[in-house]
Structure formats: C-alpha cells, structure tokens
C-alpha cells in the first residue's frame, strides 16, 4: 500500500528532495494540484505524480500558502483535500493525500471545472486570486474546444497560471495539457533523476 511505502521510504530518508532555494515566488499564492488518478498512472507514473506533489506541499507548507488537491479519475470523479491553515497539514491528512488513487478511467473537464470553483471564491472572498494550478498527468485524454476555450478565457480573466507536468516517460504529442497550460509543460525524461521538474518550482 502507498501508506507503508511513504512510510518506509520516509524514515529510510528514501524519498525525493528537491533544493527550493532561490525559488521562491513573490506572490506566495496558493497552489491548486490536480493529480490524474486514472489506471494509466499506475506505476512509477503515480510516484512521481506523488513525489512532485509531496514536494509542492512542503513547499506551501514552509511558506505559509494554501494548497488544494484534487485528484481525479473518471467524469465526476474527485477527491478534493484543502490544506488552507497551518494545522491542516497534519501527518494523516498528508498521508491521506498521498494514498489516493482511483485507478479509473480519464475526464480533465472535472478537475479543470473543481479549479475554477476554488479560484472563482477567492476572487470573490479577496477580490483578486494569486493562485496557480499544477496538473500533473499523462495527458492521454481529450477535452471539448468549448470547455477549452472557458477554461482559457477564465484563467486569462483572473490572471491565474496553469502549468503541466507530464510523467509519460516517453515522447509526447502536443494535446490538452499543452493547450491548457498554453505550452508550460515540464516532462519527466528520466524516473531517476526528475531534472526538468524544477522549471515547475520556480514558476509556481
């Protein structure tokens, strides 16, 4: 079970890390993580989807910024986990987050649309969002050019940032993730070292 792997990994100091130094954002927004759950990601395509979101996490926990994950799988499939205030992020619910997994099917429309709701409140709450979002998958899935466009025109309108990581592991087509992301896609070349990841770092 991922729960006893994090576990193991944890105290055998066998987990990621990732020097953040220099990489800090001014804005200090929160971070919004849609992780892809769907049975392609299962494998080292999860644990890396997990790693890079462990490392988002402690990252918004060391600077005192909110994080939301919404992971996901098939339409209308999601789990969200807010981790808003200092003591949210607790041993249990970060290992909650990191146990996730639906191993189902493929709908980005569901995570997309639960993201603008998030961004939509603050906007609301603040009048203004300093929130990006990350979405990390294997991009083998297709989203409607008007659902696209909704997408694109709301993130431009609150002047929000969408940015990929694809775990494929392998050549990609350009598809959904790079539309959305209007091209700030990182890509994972190697399952040993992750190099290409830090770009995500110094921009959220």
Request: glycine share 10%.
């Amino acid at each position: 079970p991922t729960r006893l792997d994090f576990l193991r990994r944890f105290t055998e100091g066998q987990l990621l890390e990732y020097d953040l130094q220099g990489q800090e954002k001014l804005a200090k927004g929160g971070i919004i993580f849609c992780e892809d759950g769907s049975g392609s990601m299962r494998g080292e395509r999860e644990l890396w989807a997990k790693a890079v979101m462990l490392c988002l996490l402690h990252l918004a926990r060391q600077q005192k910024r909110s994080f939301h994950l919404i992971h996901f799988g098939s339409p209308n499939q999601f789990k969200h986990i807010g981790f808003e205030k200092p003591e949210d992020f607790t041993l249990d619910r970060i290992l909650d987050a990191a146990e996730l997994f639906f191993n189902g099917g493929t709908d980005f429309a569901t995570p997309m649309r639960e993201a603008m709701k998030l961004l939509d409140a603050e906007v609301k709450s603040t009048g203004r969002t300093k929130a990006d979002v990350v979405f990390v998958t294997d991009d083998e899935c297709w989203v409607t050019d008007d659902f696209m466009k909704q997408y694109l025109d709301f993130m431009h309108g609150v002047q929000s940032t969408t940015w990929g990581i694809s775990v494929s592991g392998a050549e990609r087509r350009e598809g959904a993730l790079d539309t959305m992301t209007e091209g700030k896609v990182a890509t994972i070349k190697s399952f040993l070292t992750g190099e290409d990841i830090r770009d995500i770092f110094r921009g959220v």
